[in-house]
């Protein structure tokens, strides 16, 4: 069975600095990754998605790589603002799954003006 | 504007109260899907329908029922045999039931005391 895992659950940093989400998952088999965003109470917001072909998706200042043998993602956020304070989550579609998305907890990210 | 509604944002019921979530999308999207959300955790798969008129369980479907009775409406019932019905609950749709971008709405946060 698929198993996500997101590391750090929590993060605070200050304004202005670059940071690293990890996602990391159990099973290579996969279609594709999705990285999204939850502001608190709302909706997720798709950030981007990374097929299984590729090793990389860039969107302004995000950045987000896929290294499927090791099942692994990291995002990357340059130059960190407030306004990115959020909780992000990463999901998985296995190959077995058709659209169906295998999710992590999370990471909660505070950026400290 | 094309999207996702929920309705209603907050929901109280007492226990032992089925009660009815409210979702429709004018996206023209063939799949739909019901997640559940707990504090601190990632989304976990209820219900999803690939198609009107069908729908299959996800991971954690006992105690909830839905209706795929029309392509822009998939209400989701959660009914008095759910034992933690307390959660947020959010509903996305996809093109179809395939490895592609997942829309969200704003979800529903439920209580029942």
């Known amino acids: 069975k698929q198993e996500v895992t997101q590391i750090p659950a929590a993060l605070s940093v200050p304004e202005g600095e670059n940071l690293v989400l990890n996602c990391s998952f159990t099973d290579s088999a996969i279609y594709n990754l999705q990285w999204f965003r939850q502001d608190p109470g709302k909706g997720l917001t798709s950030l981007l998605l990374?097929?299984?072909?590729?090793r990389e998706q860039t969107s302004g200042r995000l950045n987000a790589s896929l290294d499927k043998s090791s099942g692994r993602s990291t995002l990357y956020i340059a130059a960190s603002q407030p306004g990115d304070s959020a909780t992000y989550l990463c999901a998985v579609t296995p190959e077995t799954s058709g659209s169906r998305l295998t999710f992590g907890e999370g990471t909660q990210l505070t950026v400290n003006p | 504007d094309g999207g996702i509604t929920q309705s209603p944002k907050y929901l109280f019921r007492k226990e032992g109260q089925n009660v009815t979530l409210s979702c429709e999308q004018n996206?023209?999207?063939?799949?739909m899907y019901w997640y559940r959300q707990d504090p601190g955790q990632g989304l976990r798969l209820i219900y999803y329908?690939?198609?009107?008129?069908?729908?299959q369980k996800g991971d954690i479907a006992e105690g909830y029922s839905v209706s795929r009775e029309k392509k822009e409406s998939f209400p989701l019932t959660v009914t008095s045999a759910q034992k933690n019905p307390t959660a947020f609950y959010l509903c996305a749709s996809s093109i179809a039931d395939l490895p592609v971008e997942q829309y969200f709405g704003p979800g529903t946060r439920l209580t029942v005391t």
């Open positions: 990374i097929q299984s072909s590729q």
């Open positions: 329908s690939q198609i009107v008129n069908d729908f």
């Open positions: 996206l023209n999207h063939d799949a």
